[in-house]
């Protein structure tokens, strides 16, 4: 599903036809038509989120339409493929992040993709914990809590995610493996459905972005026991992390970043980066992803780049050494 957020004056929506003129090239690069946005989970989630907000503020300063197209399936997997198959003109982006940039590839499956041959890194636009989550009904109210129910009940535990191989799945399991507990994982296809089947106790817990998640926590429809950082998310500081309510060694978040197809014009990726590095330094667009549980970044591509590289490694020795397998 794409929707197509518009610029200032500009009454366009979707693509132009393939005989639209070119970008112009050189210092100040500057897009002739709409850009497309391809994010590789559904709508609502916290990936969602940021790439919508963003997408506007990016609209207004380009002068074009940046459509954002919905391409969810395979932890993100997907759209990963969709976006490194595109033209490497600069009109295509994608929202990278620690599942199709971190996780999938370290989980040593047969991927349609390189995470780092088949993109050119733009910018980190912002980084975020996530939460953990039970029903209400779940006698569970601190991490220790949790890790003596699953104990005594082993495999009985149900928790959702938003997909095989993603961020929610994989802090499950990795807090599993560290606890040494068993836990039953129940996918679903983005955050949507597992959320609905959460809230009516169908399921019993779940590991989710703050970003998206939080609302639900603040009406109290769901009990937040602790975040995933290495220090107290600033929106929920009365939850500890999991490292500090006493699983030693436990630390995983999400973030969100913009890469280009491998081989687009660096004039692109260089005024991208720019921009969006401004427009995460922009007054209401940081209260607004504060406010949700982000952290603004906004990097260099170098910065991004090495980001990534270190992501690789670090969830690559992660699923090593806990013998991780997506399942």
């Not at 191989?165 to 499950?172: K, L, N, R, Y």
């Not at 991208?272 to 590095?277: G, I, N």
């Amino acid at each position: 599903m794409a929707t197509t957020l518009l610029s200032a004056g500009v009454a366009a929506a979707g693509f132009l036809a393939v005989g639209a003129a070119p970008a112009q090239e050189g210092p100040d690069w500057k897009p002739t038509r709409p850009l497309r946005w391809i994010v590789p989970f559904p709508p609502g989630g916290g990936n969602d989120t940021v790439a919508r907000a963003v997408g506007q503020r990016l609209a207004e300063t380009l002068g074009q339409p940046v459509s954002i197209d919905n391409r969810a399936g395979a932890g993100g997997a997907l759209g990963a493929e969709i976006a490194a198959r595109s033209p490497a003109d600069g009109y295509t982006l994608f929202l990278a992040g620690v599942a199709t940039h971190g996780i999938q590839p370290a989980l040593g499956g047969k991927l349609s993709y390189d995470p780092v041959r088949d993109f050119a890194a733009v910018s980190l636009l912002a980084t975020a914990p996530l939460i953990l989550v039970v029903h209400p009904s779940l006698p569970v109210k601190s991490v220790q809590d949790l890790i003596a129910l699953a104990r005594k009940r082993p495999g009985t535990l149900n928790y959702a995610s938003n997909g095989r191989g993603g961020s929610s799945h994989m802090a499950a399991e990795l807090f599993a493996s560290l606890a040494g507990v068993q836990m039953t994982h129940v996918p679903y296809k983005g955050l949507g459905p597992a959320l609905t089947d959460l809230l009516g106790g169908r399921v019993d817990l779940m590991w989710s972005s703050v970003v998206a998640i939080l609302p639900q926590v603040q009406a109290g429809k769901l009990r937040g026991i602790a975040t995933t950082g290495s220090s107290r998310s600033p929106v929920t500081p009365q939850l500890p992390t999991i490292g500090e309510a006493g699983l030693a060694g436990y630390q995983t978040a999400s973030w969100y970043g913009v890469v280009v197809p491998a081989g687009s014009p660096p004039t692109a990726v260089e005024r991208l980066a720019t921009e969006l590095a401004r427009i995460i330094r922009l007054p209401a667009l940081r209260e607004q992803l504060l406010a949700d549980g982000a952290s603004p970044v906004g990097s260099t591509p170098k910065a991004f780049a090495e980001h990534i590289a270190s992501e690789l490694a670090r969830w690559t020795k992660l699923v090593r050494d806990a013998r991780i397998q997506a399942d």
